[in-house]
């Protein structure tokens, strides 16, 4: 649900989240609770992007939920911490750590690197994920 919550408001679609909780967004950890909520964090973002439908309510408050968000033109929406800059940044922050010296730090010695198993590169080559790390170096 995230990844289509994000594709759709991206786009400038609305988009309806049904809750069980006694409010939409409900208080401290129970915002990820997925049982009480179906995407807390998006709930937070409020109308005209999430519009939020009890399960609970009636079909007429379901049907004048719908209606409201279809009728409501929204710009394209990327969350500041959903972009492209923001993930690699993120990203970056924990590819660019030296994991053998935090593990030898951690533990005091001398660490074996974990190598990908052999069934997770192929698949990584399968998905071209893998064709730079792969490619022969150019000359």
């Not at 594709?7 to 400038?12: A, D, E, F, I, R």
């Not at 074996?112 to 990584?124: F, H, I, K, N, R």
Request: glycine share 6%.
């Amino acid at each position: 649900m995230i990844i289509f919550h994000a594709l759709v408001s991206c786009q400038g679609v609305p988009v309806v989240l049904p809750y069980s909780s006694p409010t939409p967004t409900p208080d401290g950890w129970d915002l990820f609770n997925s049982t009480l909520v179906q995407h807390g964090p998006a709930a937070l973002l409020g109308e005209p992007y999430v519009y939020s439908l009890s399960l609970t309510a009636s079909i007429d408050e379901a049907v004048a939920t719908i209606k409201r968000a279809v009728a409501t033109s929204i710009d394209r929406f990327v969350p500041a911490d959903m972009t492209i800059a923001s993930v690699d940044r993120r990203l970056m922050g924990i590819l660019d750590v030296d994991w053998e010296r935090v593990a030898r730090e951690r533990q005091g010695g001398d660490v074996q690197p974990v190598l990908p198993s052999e069934g997770m590169m192929e698949e990584c080559r399968r998905l071209s994920f893998c064709a730079r790390r792969d490619a022969a170096p150019e000359s």
